[in-house]
């Protein structure tokens, strides 16, 4: 871009199959709108006469093509007819890459040229190769975060699997010991659910345990954690929830877990209950979280002792109904001496 055609009609005869040469005039008289005309034709490298701009508007044309929204702006030579080391350290503070001082041979422009030509083809291969990695890194990333929900999530009900609920009760009973917040657990057991696999197959039961868990989602706070272990039971951790308010909460989702149809393998409709049993954090009784599972695994037993399809709030004086009440059997119980390495 330069106020000279003449030089504009020279540079052009550079051009040929490898390198294509645009001369557009821009003058005082005649400025172009740079950003419209970068955006026509994406040049890789602008030739441009800085005498175009005054001298207290120096550098402006230079600004105007680098602020053009572009992924990689292109190279920009400037041309002068002014000489001074203070005028060229200006130019490239402006943004100048290149400065030619008029006048110059239109084969030195050339010999240039194709040198800049090879710096952009490195600059586009160099963005290119930063573009994919860019993009293994999201994919990488992704990976990572799929491989860590799988570590933590149960595949077949997408609730949370023992291993997190474990290291979650761990860290809130820190929680609990110093500031006795409340907190209450609620454990579930699906009753007589043999029977839906012996009268069906075990894609029906685990169909079964699927649809339980979205039903024990949707009838839960998103800050409660819910997880299943064993085979047919689950368990749910709810912060912020004293024993009352729990055992309301395992009510209602007793009546939707007793409301939910599910259909067999032979298109026959039936429905499941659910015992479920709830303690709630007590200080002076509860020196780890496993103190607290207990006493919700033992109002579990106690909810099936007592007829099923119900909910059991622990008290302390329940414990005499527990003559028959075997904690070596507890599903639960086993599975936490597994994942804690105790057994």
């Known amino acids: 871009m330069d106020p000279d055609e003449d030089f504009l009609k020279e540079a052009q005869s550079l051009g040929d199959e490898r390198l294509r040469v645009i001369a557009e005039l821009h003058s005082r008289s005649n400025p172009h709108n740079l950003e419209d005309l970068i955006l026509k034709h994406y040049p890789d490298v602008v030739v441009l006469n800085l005498d175009v701009d005054d001298v207290l508007g120096f550098g402006r044309s230079v600004q105007e093509i680098l602020n053009v929204p572009l992924a990689l702006p292109p190279i920009v030579v400037g041309t002068t007819s002014r000489e001074g080391s203070d005028l060229r350290a200006k130019a490239y503070a402006v943004g100048v890459d290149d400065y030619l001082v008029r006048p110059f041979g239109l084969r030195d422009l050339g010999f240039r040229l194709g040198v800049l030509r090879k710096t952009r083809r490195l600059q586009k291969h160099l963005e290119q190769a930063t573009r994919k990695l860019s993009g293994l890194n999201l994919q990488l990333s992704d990976s990572n975060r799929r491989l860590e929900e799988m570590t933590v999530t149960d595949e ?94 395992a009510n209602r989702l007793r009546e939707a877990i007793a409301e939910s149809v599910h259909t067999g393998h032979d298109g026959a409709e039936f429905r499941v209950t659910a015992s479920i049993g709830v303690a709630s954090f007590a200080k002076d009784r509860h020196t780890s979280y496993r103190d607290l599972v207990k006493e919700a695994d033992r109002a579990m037993y106690l909810s099936k002792k007592n007829g ?9 004086e329940s414990t005499s109904e527990l003559q028959e009440y075997d904690e070596t059997q507890s599903a639960i119980m086993t599975e936490i001496k597994k994942i804690s390495g105790k057994e």
């Open 156 to 249: 077949l009900t997408g609730l949370s699997n023992m291993r997190f609920m474990t290291q979650f009760l761990e860290k809130q009973f820190q929680m609990l010991s110093r500031y006795e917040r409340p907190f209450a657990l609620l454990m579930i057991d699906l009753d007589h659910f043999k029977s839906v696999n012996d009268k069906n197959d075990h894609l029906v039961g685990s169909q079964t345990i699927r649809t339980i868990g979205r039903t024990i989602d949707a009838c839960t706070r998103t800050s409660d954690v819910k997880a299943r272990y064993g085979g047919d039971e689950y368990v749910v951790a709810m912060p912020e929830t004293d024993g009352a308010s729990a055992e309301f909460v």
């Open 308 to 316: 099923r399809n119900r909910v059991t709030l622990w008290r302390p």
